[in-house]
């Protein structure tokens, strides 16, 4: 088997762990996704959904420490880092969020905001939880990403079932309570598992010059991350300060619902990174592209099961149907903007380009927000404006790295595909809009894009099948 071969057998391996843990991941969220605004009043909800949107920002408090590790170890192996250099860098990130956590606590009994406090306590647990993580994604052990992701999810509709069907609370902090219990049983899982399965054996050492190198190899993309955090979550911003709480209620449930899409994302953006690392043959890359829009018009299809949810049981969130479907044609875009392109930006160390492009991005939605908003005054005008933000990052994307840029078929079939679907899903009730979008997605594919439509259905289905096998 040639380099190459193992490079494409890694890959697909890659992605079937990730795919099985996040298909798992979909399932249970799709339980807590619709069963928490069924039962909570949307008060309550949208007070959950406050916390969501605060704890997005989390993963800016290592100051980029994690993000440097992350750059410095991919495409190695775990059993490569030696245990003096994980204490130090274990050691490291706890001070550095003790002090983070000692500054957000004081400022939350200081504003008698106990979300603000809860957010304090969650940042420990969490972004150590994130160094093995990180870890984990950048050495390629996706067995152990999986059961990470599996855990967090099972957990979190165990503890969502209890509060909602048997203390039978419409009090927020308890569901806010059970992200931090879950932060802290993923933190100490991680801890007993890298050492078992690594023999790693933790001492309390720190290092300033590690904590230094990091951090400013790891800025850069930290603050791009952060930027790509403020991106996804500027619209929402923009329906909490200039809208009603019900209206954020409403958004927060489309984004939730579009959340659901990171499951089928996530596998793609964790496993191409590494895959990238090792791979720069332009050919090849484009190839990954082009399937990766294939695959998205097929996984954004999924709105159309959550509009008949919301057609006949979840009837008080039908409001959110229209900025449902505009947020998830977003995520066509998305999933070549995260999983190729800010993948090729990490892999050739091109942080300060990503970094350059996400302020022009976010500049660019406040102004599209700002302006839809005048003109719409309601949460359809936020999301539209979004969707031209992010039509703006992808088009970005293609002229700094133009030798990524795709023939006219490639183009032409990611806008009919975005409109066929934005049509279907206002125009057509869920299921007939369903298998007419189904259909006509798939003549356009057969007619501009064959090859790799054929390609992407025989990888889906040959890491099906090895699945299975194992199961057997």
Same mark, same amino acid.
């Given at each position: 088997m040639t380099t190459d071969d193992k490079t494409t057998a890694g890959l697909k391996k890659g992605l079937v762990y990730v795919f099985i843990a996040n298909a798992l991941t979909l399932g249970l969220s799709l339980l807590t996704g619709f069963v928490l605004p069924k039962v909570l009043s949307v008060e309550t909800y949208a007070r959950i959904k406050d916390f969501s949107l605060y704890t997005s920002y989390i993963g800016?408090?290592?100051?980029?420490?994690?993000?440097?590790?992350?750059?410095?170890?991919?495409?190695?192996?775990?059993?490569d880092i030696p245990n003096r250099e994980m204490s130090i860098c274990r050691t490291n990130i706890f001070l550095l969020q003790a002090v983070m956590t000692v500054g957000f606590s004081i400022t939350g009994i200081l504003l008698k905001e106990p979300l603000v406090f809860i957010f304090a306590l969650c940042l420990i647990p969490e972004n150590v939880a994130t160094l093995y993580k990180n870890l984990y994604q950048a050495t390629g052990e996706f067995g152990r990403y999986s059961?990470?992701?599996?855990?967090?999810?099972?957990?979190?509709?165990?503890?969502y079932v209890v509060l909602l069907f048997i203390v039978k609370t419409d009090n927020y902090i308890p569901y806010v309570l059970v992200y931090l219990f879950l932060m802290l049983v993923m933190w100490v899982g991680l801890e007993w598992e890298i050492h078992k399965?690594?023999?790693?054996?933790?001492?309390?050492?720190?290092? /300033?010059?590690?904590?230094?190198?990091?951090?400013?190899?790891?800025?850069?993309?930290?603050?791009?991350?952060?930027?790509?955090?403020?991106?996804?979550?500027?619209?929402? /911003?923009?329906?909490?300060?200039?809208?009603?709480?019900?209206?954020f209620a409403?958004?927060?449930?489309?984004?939730?619902?579009?959340?659901?899409?990171?499951?089928?994302?996530?596998?793609?953006?964790?496993?191409?990174?590494?895959?990238?690392?090792?791979?720069?043959?332009?050919?090849?890359?484009?190839?990954i592209k082009t399937m990766c829009l294939i695959f998205s018009l097929y996984m954004i299809s999924s709105a159309f099961p959550v509009k008949f949810i919301l057609e006949h049981f979840?009837?008080?969130?039908?409001?959110?149907?229209?900025?449902?479907?505009?947020?998830?044609?977003?995520?066509v875009l998305y999933m070549i903007i995260k999983g190729v392109y800010i993948n090729v930006y990490k892999a050739r160390?091109?942080?300060?380009?990503?970094?350059?492009?996400?302020?022009?991005v976010i500049a660019l939605g406040a102004v599209f927000n700002t302006l839809f908003y005048l003109w719409m005054g309601n949460n359809e005008g936020i999301a539209l404006g979004t969707l031209c933000s992010v039509v703006c990052w992808y088009l970005i994307c293609m002229k700094k790295v133009?030798?990524?840029?795709?023939?006219?078929?490639?183009?032409?079939?990611?806008?009919?595909?975005?409109?066929?679907?934005?049509?279907?899903?206002?125009?057509?009730?869920?299921?007939?809009?369903?298998?007419?979008?189904?259909?006509?997605?798939?003549?356009?594919?057969?007619?501009?894009?064959?090859?790799?439509?054929?390609?992407?259905?025989?990888?889906?289905?040959?890491?099906?099948m090895s699945k299975l096998k194992k199961c057997r």
């Open positions: 800016v408090l290592h100051l980029g420490y994690l993000d440097g590790l992350y750059l410095t170890y991919g495409g190695k192996r775990l059993t059961s990470i992701l599996n855990l967090k999810s099972v957990m979190t509709l165990v503890s399965r690594f023999g790693f054996r933790y001492r309390f050492e720190a290092s /300033w010059r590690n904590l230094k190198e990091n951090i400013s190899s790891g800025l850069v993309l930290m603050l791009g991350n952060f930027s790509s955090t403020l991106m996804t979550s500027l619209d929402r /911003w923009f329906v909490k300060g200039l809208l009603l709480t019900t209206d409403y958004y927060s449930f489309a984004v939730s619902m579009e959340s659901l899409i990171n499951t089928f994302v996530i596998p793609v953006t964790t496993t191409l990174y590494n895959f990238l690392c090792q791979v720069t043959d332009v050919l090849r890359i484009k190839k979840l009837t008080k969130y039908q409001a959110s149907t229209t900025v449902m479907f505009i947020l998830f044609s977003t995520q160390k091109q942080q300060n380009v990503y970094l350059r492009q996400l302020i022009i133009p030798e990524l840029n795709a023939p006219l078929s490639e183009n032409l079939l990611m806008t009919l595909g975005i409109v066929v679907f934005l049509l279907c899903g206002y125009n057509l009730n869920s299921i007939i809009g369903f298998i007419v979008y189904i259909a006509v997605i798939t003549l356009l594919c057969l007619l501009l894009a064959r090859k790799a439509f054929v390609e992407t259905a025989k990888m889906g289905v040959e890491m099906v």
